[in-house]
């Protein structure tokens, strides 16, 4: 049974970056072909992908964040990590980590972790 489980600061102020990690248990982040995910759901909006790192390395983004976000991965720790820079109280959500089936905005995920509030204010 895969686990995710993201970790973090809960509260970041504006302009800062917003930095969490995803540690995965049950199962490898470089095992063909998954693809690690993160996405958040805003207050009162759609969930919403951010980007994804591959079972390679490869790494993936939603367009309207490519310029603000980072992922990068730590395989000796089997975790995954994103960063968000220059934030805004508009970045704040819930954050989760998920496993899917393919690099993309509709690719199929299986496995979630509970997901963390991140609110941005000062």
């Known amino acids: 049974q895969v686990q995710l489980q993201e970790s973090g600061p809960g509260l970041v102020k504006p302009s800062q970056t917003l930095s969490l990690t995803c540690t995965v248990s049950?199962?490898?982040?470089?095992?063909?072909?998954?693809?690690w995910s993160w996405i958040r759901q805003p207050p009162g909006k759609e969930l919403e992908w951010m980007g994804a790192?591959?079972?390679?390395?490869?790494?993936y983004y939603s367009p309207s964040l490519k310029s603000r976000a980072s992922i990068s991965r730590d395989t000796s720790k089997n975790q995954f990590a994103l960063q968000l820079r220059s934030v805004t109280p508009e970045d704040t959500a819930v954050y989760y980590c998920?496993?899917?089936?393919?690099?993309?905005?509709?690719?199929?995920?299986?496995?979630w972790g509970q997901g963390t509030q991140v609110t941005v204010s000062s």
């Open positions: 049950g199962g490898s982040i470089t095992t063909n072909y998954y693809y």
């Open positions: 790192i591959a079972y390679s390395g490869s790494t």
């Open positions: 998920a496993r899917a089936q393919g690099p993309y905005k509709h690719s199929r995920r299986d496995y």
